[in-house]
T-cell receptor, first 110, second 112 residues
Framework: QKEVEQNSGPLSVPEGAIASLNCTYS??????FFWYRQYSGKSPELIMS????GDKEDGRFTAQLNKASQYVSLLIRDSQPSDSATYLC??????????FGTGTRLQVFP | NAGVTQTPKFRILKIGQSMTLQCAQD?????MYWYRQDPGMGLKLIYY???????DKGEVPNGYNVSRSTTEDFPLRLELAAPSQTSVYFC???????????FGPGTRLLVL
């Protein structure tokens, strides 16, 4: 069974701090990696995708991928209360299907 | 563009009843997906389709059926509702050439 694992949290950080969210996956042939944000009662929305080892930055968000360690992370700089949500890690292997983690709940307090 | 739309938003079913969850997209996407999300959990893939007339099972297909007669529509059928099917159901779609999946607003289903 291919798995994607995340710490369920909640991860609590003060406003302005860096939030670090982590994800590990079991399928070594995984090719594509995604971070979705889901506000309570809403549908997921894609915030970052990463396909090769290293860092990818987009505004306050940085995705990091290490295929050797089967590890992907999301850093949120200058965290804002509006970043409070559940962050879902998703991984695609060599099929058309995404495998989602259970999500990490982030709380940013003023 | 309306994007991905789902109906109904909320439904209560009795055990053994049947219903169809509707999903439509107006972006001409070939790929469409049905997920369920149980409280505090991630999304589990039920069925997906890579184009009209083509469907395939995901991780948790038991108790569900799908059809894809047009590019726009991808309905999900529950034949004999069970309490274990209480969940939030999300439909998603994407282009062939992109990996970004666009999600509908979800249908909350309660089976009593």
């Amino acid at each position: 069974q291919k798995e994607v694992e995340q710490n369920s949290g909640p991860l609590s950080v003060p406003e302005g701090a860096i939030a670090s969210l982590n994800c590990t996956y079991s399928d070594r042939v995984s090719q594509s990696f995604f971070w979705y944000r889901q506000y309570s009662g809403k549908s997921p929305e894609l915030i970052m995708s990463i396909y090769s080892n290293g860092d990818k930055e987009d505004g306050r968000f940085t995705a990091q991928l290490n295929k050797a360690s089967q590890y992907v992370s999301l850093l949120i700089r200058d965290s804002q209360p509006s970043d409070s949500a559940t962050y879902l890690c998703a991984v695609r292997g060599n099929t058309d299907k995404l495998i989602f983690g259970t999500g990490t709940r982030l709380q940013v307090f003023p | 563009n309306a994007g991905v739309t789902q109906t109904p938003k909320f439904r209560i079913l009795k055990i053994g009843q049947s219903m169809t969850l509707q999903c439509a997209q107006d972006m001409n996407h070939n790929y469409m997906y049905w997920y369920r999300q149980d409280p505090g959990m991630g999304l589990k893939l039920i069925y997906y389709s890579v184009g009209a007339g083509i469907t395939d099972k995901g991780e948790v297909p038991n108790g569900y059926n799908v059809s894809r007669s047009t590019t726009e529509d991808f309905p999900l059928r529950l034949e004999l509702a069970a309490p274990s099917q209480t969940s939030v159901y999300f439909c998603a779609s994407r282009r062939d050439s992109q990996e970004t999946q666009y999600f509908g607003p979800g249908t909350r289903l309660l089976v009593l």
